[in-house]
């Protein structure tokens, strides 16, 4: 690691990660969670959150896979600016892509990674797809979580109703059932200690009280998202032609339609699916079964391209 744009403050034995701070271009502080040893001989796997999610929706399937025993890795979680830990950005306009671009090349350059596998969830499956096509390409596979080159309107208009509108409640418990009533035909078989761990993602205790995990100004980001005409990355993803490549959809998923992700099937012959029943956007990854495919696709351990 670079000790000249990192540091670690504080590890959490505990929890099984360290907290890790990296110093952003513009000075901002990032928060990443460090899971594993920086010298394991596996590459590295680098987890990205969704719009409005933060590391810690990450932390079951980190902890298996930097503790898998054939292959224990290095695997980090990003908080983004304005997201769980790290610095919050005085101008909601630096929440973009571009941005979150630049800050996540600098976390790469914090921990020397050259060569990682990505899981990327929703907008982090988007930023793992731009980074690809980025010199010098750092990305040997990369994970898609609930999202592809076509973003359907409805998740997107879903997102953005609750985004920084959802009530504060008092309680992680009522927390719990605030998510079930916006998220319950996403989710149709959360148990109700499932729906209190989503809610202690979603917010957190601060001064006597819960605040949700990010920036409520990423709501007047989400205003500058134009819904008439919505961008396709098919550019982006026809570029990812041989990097490994697996594609998880939620069965009740509004953000990545069956169609799209059958087109990707047949733009590439060379891509693994895992469907997760009774889920919508975005899978939780917490299931066994669904932390086990993965840790037998990051197990290829593909070099990154030429």
């Known amino acids: 690691m670079s000790r000249a744009s990192a540091f670690a403050e504080g590890t959490h034995p505990d929890r099984g990660f360290a907290s890790v ?80 671009l630049a800050d996540l090349s600098a976390v790469l350059a914090a921990f020397e990674i050259t060569s990682a596998i990505f899981v990327g969830t929703s907008f982090g499956g988007v930023l793992a797809m731009m980074l690809a096509v980025l010199p010098p390409a750092a990305v040997a596979g990369i994970i898609l979580n609930d999202i592809g080159p076509v973003i359907e309107l409805k998740g997107l208009v879903r997102i953005k109703h609750y985004v920084g509108k959802l009530p504060v409640p008092r309680t992680f418990e009522e927390g719990g059932e605030i998510l079930r009533w916006w998220f319950h035909a996403q989710f149709t078989k959360l148990a109700p200690q499932d729906w209190v761990a989503f809610a202690q993602r979603t917010w957190r205790e601060g001064h006597g009280t819960l605040v949700p995990s990010h920036d ?61 029943p009774d889920q919508g956007h975005a899978p939780l990854l917490t299931e066994p079964k669904v932390i086990r495919r993965i840790a037998a696709f990051v197990s290829c351990d593909v070099p990154a391209r030429d």
């Open 21 to 100: 701070f990296v110093t952003a271009p513009d000075g901002l502080r990032l928060h990443i969670r460090s899971y594993g040893s920086s010298v394991a001989s596996a590459l590295p796997v680098v987890c990205l959150p969704g719009l409005a999610r933060t590391a810690a929706d990450f932390h079951p399937l980190a902890t298996a896979l930097a503790a898998d025993p054939v292959n224990p890795r290095l695997v980090l979680a990003l908080d983004y600016r304005g997201h769980g830990q790290s610095q919050y950005d005085r101008n909601p306009k630096n929440y973009a892509i571009r941005v979150a």
């Open 216 to 276: 409520p100004k990423l709501e007047r980001a989400l205003r500058g998202y134009s819904l008439e005409r919505l961008p396709t990355l098919w550019d982006q993803f026809d570029a990812l032609a041989r990097i490994p490549l697996m594609v998880i959809r939620g069965a009740n998923s509004d953000m990545l339609a069956s169609t799209t992700l059958n087109a990707m099937l047949a733009r590439r012959g060379q891509l693994e699916v895992v469907v997760v």
